[in-house]
């Protein structure tokens, strides 16, 4: 009887220590169910997402790295009772915002997290856009940018998707209170060339006449629409140029991100230099190559019939204030009042600027 007793004992003790020591790993590494042929949908759905990130923020914003990886962990929040953690590494990316924001872009080091879901762990990098700087002008800034975004992916499943989040930054060395910001996560290349059959062409030596005619053209119109100038095909500045795989395809595809210095977003920071020509960002300048009359008619066809979505994305988008969705929708009229008023004025006015490559 004693054995008996001392055996159950024995046991429960053992399944104690085991449970108490699982619960300590969880606080790093919270284990969640085998889900290796589920499908986080991280680009396919449009629920925001609550983030945390713990690392070294003063680290962080004095040194800014963009070579080595600080030391993190993010945890994902499924639900209020369910979460996912990982350690990851850290750095910042990007030119003029990694330099004047307070929180530069971020790329996040997720190879080795392996989050149980079949599309995230095939992620290696993943980047994403924090509000630059504190107040409520920041978090429109980066709000508008997403429906940036959102809108081209209106005109073509051939663009970058893009997840919105909010995250909580913890302090890891206690010295800073949290702090709260909305931000969106960027699909990876190697997602959208696997989800589009398509492999990347990393080459600065190319420029327009290269892409496909109505590809080039319904990039360049989008830019023009959202009053964003800040690209170029040579050198690749905010563009990425993509071919679909086969052995005799040639057709290059171009598409464009970073539109923070878009006039639809109308960042305080954003000041056009005096070479570019206009003294404020919501002037419209269009950049493509010179196409006739009858092509422009046919390309803004395709934007015309969109024009109720593309309305539709904004209206319906619940974390802008009404009246930051009105600036938004009255800056689109800017264009579509241009194009259901007189096509032949608005294809005048890209005949008379495109560019002759």
């Not at 046991?11 to 589920?38: C, E, F, H, R």
Request: with cysteine; glycine share 4%.
């Amino acid at each position: 009887m004693k054995k008996k007793f001392f055996f159950q004992v024995s046991m429960v003790t053992l399944l104690i220590s085991l449970l108490t020591g699982q619960n300590n790993y969880s606080l790093a590494q919270t284990a969640v169910p085998d889900s290796s042929k589920k499908s986080f949908r991280l680009f396919a759905d449009d629920k925001i997402i609550d983030i945390t990130l713990r690392f070294d923020l003063t680290s962080y914003f004095r040194t800014k790295p963009t070579v080595d990886y600080l030391k993190a962990n993010m945890t994902i929040h499924l639900s209020k009772t369910d979460s996912i953690s990982r350690d990851i590494g850290l750095r910042t990316y990007g030119t003029f915002r990694n330099k004047y924001c307070q929180f530069a872009p971020i790329e996040l080091n997720i190879e080795k997290a392996h989050f149980g879901y079949s599309d995230l762990d095939k992620m290696f990098r993943l980047k994403m856009i924090p509000e630059c700087t504190s107040g409520t002008e920041n978090k429109n800034y980066i709000l508008k940018e997403y429906l940036a975004y959102k809108l081209f992916n209106v005109l073509t499943d051939t663009s970058l998707r893009v997840r919105l989040v909010t995250v909580n930054f913890i302090d890891t060395e206690k010295k800073r209170d949290p702090i709260h910001k909305y931000g969106f996560f960027i699909e990876p290349v190697e997602t959208l060339t696997a989800r589009t059959n398509s492999i990347q062409i990393d080459s600065a030596n190319l420029k327009q006449k290269d892409i496909v005619p109505d590809v080039m053209d319904r990039f360049a119109i989008f830019n023009y629409m959202i009053g964003n100038y800040d690209w170029s095909v040579p050198g690749l500045h905010n563009v990425l140029i993509i071919k679909p795989v086969g052995p005799e395809s040639t057709n290059l595809i171009a598409i464009p991100y970073n539109f923070d210095w878009a006039g639809l977003v109308n960042a305080s920071y954003a000041i056009p230099s005096k070479e570019v020509g206009i003294e404020n960002v919501r002037e419209r300048i269009f950049e493509g190559i010179c196409r006739s009359k009858e092509v422009y008619l046919k390309d803004l066809v395709r934007f015309s019939e969109k024009k109720d979505e593309f309305y539709r994305v904004v209206n319906e988008f619940p974390y802008l204030s009404q009246s930051e969705k009105n600036d938004v929708i009255g800056y689109l009229d800017g264009f579509f009042n241009q194009l259901a008023g007189s096509k032949d004025m608005l294809i005048n006015t890209l005949i008379n600027s495109c560019k002759s490559f």
